[in-house]
């Protein structure tokens, strides 16, 4: 299959060197250690590792993909409330999000113009959530920015 990439020997091969030599150019061009180089690729791998098997595990249970699409929600809700103004905010901030996430999931979901699949509705609830935060999140900067700007009048 064309444009898949092939995990194997090889390309562990290639992506040591690459790491080694911007390591070198690092250490080399005076820019800093290159060891923190190494150390950052060896993170990166094992981060990456890590939410492989989580995402892995998700996609691989209704429930759990279920759970997190309440956590996305979680992460997008306290995000924004901060954004906004703080904790005393989130609340409303929630339910905003709500409002606008809510419906669309139903209606996509719901109509099956996207299927009831772990590996479909994460992403796209993901992409509803996310816009409905940046929405959010900007509709409380602008009326807070105007509230202030207006005040005393």
């Known amino acids: 299959m064309q444009g898949v990439i092939t995990f194997g020997p090889a390309l562990v091969a290639v992506l040591v060197l690459l790491t080694l030599a911007g390591a070198a150019v690092v250490r080399w061009g005076e820019l800093g250690q290159g060891r923190a180089v190494l150390i950052a690729a060896i993170r990166a791998v094992a981060q990456l590792a890590l939410v492989s098997l989580v995402i892995t595990a998700i996609l691989r249970s209704a429930p759990l ?40 999931l139903a209606l996509v979901l719901g109509a099956g113009v996207v299927p009831l699949r772990p590996i479909a509705v994460v992403p796209i609830a ?16 602008r009326a807070l920015d105007e509230l202030k700007a207006r005040h005393g009048e």
């Open 65 to 104: 993909t279920g759970l997190f699409v309440l956590l996305m929600f979680g992460i997008a809700a306290v995000t924004s409330a901060r954004r906004g103004g703080g904790w005393a905010n989130l609340p409303w901030t929630a339910l905003a999000i709500t409002a606008g996430v809510a419906p669309v």
């Open 126 to 141: 993901g992409i509803v959530i996310g816009g409905a935060m940046t929405a959010t999140s900007q509709a409380a900067r």
